[in-house]
């Protein structure tokens, strides 16, 4: 029985650094869209419901944002530590 070759582990550091950016990504404009709607909510609307089901999506979303394109410059980061192409000289 053969095993599946591993993936390099430098292939598998991009690999997760383009995932995590991509999902990041999404959480960006999810938050803007979710943030704009509130706010046009609150002053055409008025329906507390809705603004605060809004804000709370525009809230989750950038945390997740946030958090996500930290662990993507992580990613990037032990990249660049481990393989020499160093932006940080």
């Known amino acids: 029985?053969?095993?599946?070759?591993?993936?390099?582990?430098?292939r598998q550091l991009k690999r997760l650094n383009a995932a995590t950016r991509r999902?990041?990504?999404m959480y960006k404009?999810?938050?803007l869209v979710a943030a704009l709607d509130?706010?046009?909510v609150f002053y055409y609307?008025?329906?507390m419901r809705n603004?605060?089901?809004s804000t709370l999506v525009a809230l989750v979303c950038g945390y997740l944002?946030?958090?996500?394109r930290n662990k993507a410059r992580g990613y990037r980061r032990e990249y660049d530590d481990k393989y020499g192409n160093?932006?940080?000289?």
């Open 1 to 10: 029985m053969q095993q599946k070759p591993v993936l390099h582990e430098a």
């Open 29 to 31: 404009w999810i938050a």
């Open 86 to 89: 160093s932006r940080h000289e």
């Open 65 to 68: 944002w946030i958090r996500d």
């Open 51 to 53: 603004v605060s089901f």
């Open 38 to 40: 509130a706010l046009l």
């Open 23 to 25: 999902q990041s990504h």
């Open 45 to 47: 609307d008025r329906d």
